[in-house]
Nanobody
Framework: QVQLVESGGGLVQAGGSLRLSCAGS????????MGWFRQAPGKERESVAA????????YYADSVKGRFTISRDNAKNTMLLQMNSLEPEDTAVYYC?????????????????WGQGTQVTVSS
């Protein structure tokens, strides 16, 4: 149905930047809301950012607000997460997800499709 693949993770020093990409295939994601989640060792998977179908409405967790920017390009069937001023606390596996709803959602259980994740490690 829908396949999602994340890329762009890696190892950076505190204060650095990374750009994560999520590529969709199988069907268009134009009418799907999408989001980024992350899971650090020993912690629950948490919502980082979300975006509605058109990109006109976004949500950010307080911990990343002002540092991360979520965007999407429906023509390319992709979603991006620009991460600036990275901190060691941002270290986690980052997952992209899509929900079969055009409206923005933030609850993990509301998402229908998930990628395999990409590792982000921030050293101090």
């Amino acid at each position: 149905q829908v396949q999602l693949v994340e890329s762009g993770g890696g190892l950076v020093q505190a204060g650095g930047s990374l750009r994560l990409s999520c590529a969709g295939s199988g069907r268009t994601l134009r009418m799907f809301s999408m989001g980024w989640f992350r899971q650090a060792p020993g912690k629950e998977r948490e919502s980082v950012a979300a975006i509605n179908w058109s990109g006109g409405s976004t949500y950010y967790a307080d911990s990343v607000k002002g540092r991360f920017t979520i965007s999407r390009d429906n023509a390319k069937n992709t979603m991006l997460l620009q991460m600036n001023s990275l901190e060691p606390e941002d270290t986690a596996v980052y997952y992209c997800a899509a929900a079969a709803s055009p409206a923005i959602v933030t609850m993990r259980g509301e998402y229908n499709y998930w990628g395999q994740g990409t590792q982000v490690t921030v050293s101090s």
